[in-house]
């Protein structure tokens, strides 16, 4: 079993950034694909960013193309999403997960972080 926690989370004008972060513990991290979901007010959670195990490949929703950024440091058992050129239709509550298997198979993933908060003003 591995827990996650996510940070970086809150408030930025359209156009800004923010960087995310998941701090994994319980396992060895480096078994696992990660990926980065969100749920927006109403909707449902959907895909945003995902990476193997190696970060050797990466995967990304067509909405956040070119604009989001995944990243692993397996030695620090971490996982970043960078965020850049936000817009409002980016406000949502981001969550990590964890995957034993490929990172692109949403209904796969296993373990799940509490979320973090991004909001995006106009």
């Known amino acids: 079993q591995v827990l996650l926690r996510e940070s970086g989370g809150g408030l930025v004008q359209a156009g800004g950034s923010l960087r995310l972060s998941c701090l994994a513990s319980?396992?060895?991290?480096?078994?696992?694909?990660m990926g980065w979901f969100r749920q927006a007010p109403g909707k449902e959670r959907e895909f945003v960013a995902g990476i193997t195990w190696s970060g050797g490949r990466t995967y990304y929703a067509d909405s956040v193309k070119g604009r989001f950024t995944i990243s692993r440091d397996n030695a620090k058992n971490t996982v970043s999403l960078q965020m850049n050129s936000l817009n409002p239709e980016d406000t949502a509550v981001y969550y990590c997960?964890?995957?034993?298997?490929?990172?692109?198979?949403?209904?796969?993933?296993?373990?799940w972080g509490q979320g973090t908060q991004v909001t995006v003003s106009s």
């Open positions: 997960a964890a995957t034993n298997y490929e990172p692109t198979i949403p209904r796969l993933y296993s373990f």
């Open positions: 319980g396992s060895t991290f480096s078994r696992y694909g």
